[in-house]
């Protein structure tokens, strides 16, 4: 049995870290894990400009402290400006757009509402390199939430993919076996990341014993053979596929309230609870490149040269950390960040 793990220190390829006070409180627990994180851009008000996001990285470099480096990226809205984009870029402020449906999600309301609004954005991005980040839900009230990734595969994502064959594509926070298949099936262009609560938690879990609100997030948690699915997809050793937690901390009024916000405050503890899984499927010799080498190799950055290294011991999650509910608060976990 593996008693301890070394590996290149990790990336999160996908972490709300807010503003303000929150912004403040949470980057650190991200910090403390990894070397480098894509934020997103999902502020009020969303950041759109090349001036603004300069100014929320440094932000976010003062509240982080040193050795976190913030990769930025572009909130896409109907009228974002493709000039605009490629100054960003050019300029080293970008790394990558986000294409939020207008309304998937919190703070989505000034995202797209048709993807032809977009397209002379998404045409400069596939001339420039530049990553687009999707949040792959449709918003039409005739879907069923619970199928609004599976739908958008079809009405949007497998277009896009066909119609810009040199764009590179992250679809985030997968849910589904139908994306998990998709993306595996799909050009080296594509790639996906995955949270460790999709991992983790079947929709079940969002009423195990009454309503469990700490478990809601966008999208939100599926039937067990999907989870299943985005599990094997994690561990499966494909490069297509690489850690993005979507660690989306809200006060704990907002989530246990009548209306409660979607998001899981995962950063505290991620790695351990990705390792763990790993653990249990017999892929501790995969979590490096599911951890730190596969989301750089997608992105054309170097991985890290420092390391890192995990012991095996039991971790307890508290209930509480800065007045926020974590991921899996109250529980243990076999691992621990040395």
């Known amino acids: 049995m593996t008693d301890t793990i070394t590996i290149r220190r990790p990336d999160d390829w996908h972490v709300h870290l ?13 910090a403390r894990q990894f070397a480098r994180a894509i934020v997103m851009p999902n502020l009020k008000p969303p950041v759109t400009t090349v001036v603004a996001a300069s100014a929320y990285r440094e932000r976010i470099r003062a509240a982080a402290g040193s050795g976190f480096e913030p990769l930025m990226t572009a909130y896409l809205t109907d009228s974002i400006d493709p000039d605009e984009l490629a100054r960003g870029h050019a300029e080293g402020v970008w790394v990558a757009a986000k294409l939020y449906p ?10 797209v509402t048709d993807i032809a609004n977009i397209r002379p954005a998404l045409q400069r991005m596939q001339d420039i390199g530049m990553v687009l980040c999707v949040h792959g839900e449709v918003t039409g009230e005739e879907v069923d939430v619970f199928d609004r990734e599976a739908v958008f595969i079809d009405r949007i994502l497998a277009p896009l993919v066909r119609d810009y064959p040199d ?3 992250v679809l985030e926070h997968i849910t589904t076996r139908d994306a998990a298949q998709f993306v595996a099936a799909a050009p080296a262009t594509v790639a996906a990341t995955i949270t460790p609560q999709h991992m983790m938690l079947g929709r079940n879990a969002l009423f195990a014993g009454g309503l469990r609100p700490h478990h809601y997030c966008l999208p939100v948690l599926k039937r067990e053979e999907h989870r299943a699915a985005v599990r094997a997809a994690a561990t499966s050793g494909s490069a297509k596929f690489f850690l993005g937690t979507d660690s989306a901390p809200h006060a704990r009024a907002d ?4 209306c409660g916000c979607a998001g899981v405050f995962n950063a505290p503890f991620a790695l351990e609870a990705y390792l763990q899984m790993f653990d249990e499927d017999g892929a501790i010799d995969r979590f490096e490149a ?8 997608f992105y054309g950055l170097p991985p890290n040269e420092a390391r890192i ?10 209930p509480e950390v800065d007045g926020l509910v974590p991921f899996l608060a109250g529980g243990m976990l076999d691992w621990a960040l040395a």
Do not use: H
């Not at 207008?102 to 995202?111: E, L």
């Not at 290294?309 to 508290?318: C, E, F, I, Q, S």
């Open 255 to 258: 989530k246990e309230s009548d």
């Open 18 to 30: 807010r503003d303000g006070d929150m912004l403040a409180r949470v980057a650190p627990y991200s």
């Open 290 to 297: 599911f951890a730190s080498l596969n989301g750089p190799a």
């Open 167 to 169: 764009l590179r594509i």
């Open 309 to 318: 290294t995990l012991a095996r011991r039991p971790t307890g999650v508290p």
């Open 102 to 111: 207008a309304g998937a999600t919190t703070n989505s309301d000034s995202g």
